[in-house]
């Protein structure tokens, strides 16, 4: 995985993006697409002119993680070979030189709380990847987990829920202060 860090290099140096199109006479809209998606694709001279700028090498300009981490939402998905039971779920398809992992997170509301959406891996292998990871690529994670969960709200409807419904996401395992559960809000 590799990203950009413009967004992170301007709160740094507390400049906002109308003074680095005043500065460096690259357009708004391609200043505001490289802050707002770090995976923007960038040509090499508008990153020559954003280093130069910046006082920086490329190497400070991006952050990289060996791996390739692919997302795909399953409406439903036979959980094991032993079960019949189908589960709405999130595929992680991880490649890191040529080895191959498959985690799935699986989606289910809360018995006790219906507002609570659960996202479990049972297996617990993606805990091991998501702590090597950048903060920029952990927020890119969980912000796909949770691309899952209103996916999987809108087709499982079953409790009339409708846009700007308040949920609370539950996700086992990806913890980052040593505890179980990471839990996060989200708007439909």
């Known amino acids: 995985m590799l990203a950009n860090r413009l967004n992170i290099l301007l709160a740094e140096r ?35 002119v954003l280093c130069n700028y910046l006082e920086i090498s490329p190497s400070d300009f991006f952050e990289y993680a060996p791996f390739l981490i692919d997302f795909e939402y399953k409406v439903t998905v036979p959980i094991s070979s032993y079960s019949n039971n189908s589960y709405p779920l999130i595929r992680l398809n991880i490649t890191s030189g040529a080895s191959e992992l498959t985690c799935d997170f699986i989606y289910e509301f809360d018995p006790s709380d219906d507002s609570n959406i659960l996202a479990t891996e049972g297996d617990g292998y993606f805990k091991k990847i998501y702590d090597t990871l950048p903060l920029s690529f952990k927020t890119h994670v969980i912000n796909q987990i949770i691309d899952g969960a209103k996916k999987f709200i809108t087709t499982k409807n079953v409790h009339g829920f409708k846009k700007g419904d308040t949920f609370k996401i539950s996700i086992d395992g990806l913890d980052s202060n040593g505890y179980d559960v990471m839990h996060k809000r989200f708007i439909l």
Request: charge should be negative; charged fraction near 15%; aromatic fraction near 0%.
């Open 14 to 48: 507390q400049l906002t993006n109308k003074q680095v199109v005043n500065d460096t006479g690259i357009s708004r809209n391609t200043i505001s697409n490289i802050v707002n998606n770090p995976n923007a694709n960038i040509s090499n001279e508008t990153i020559d």
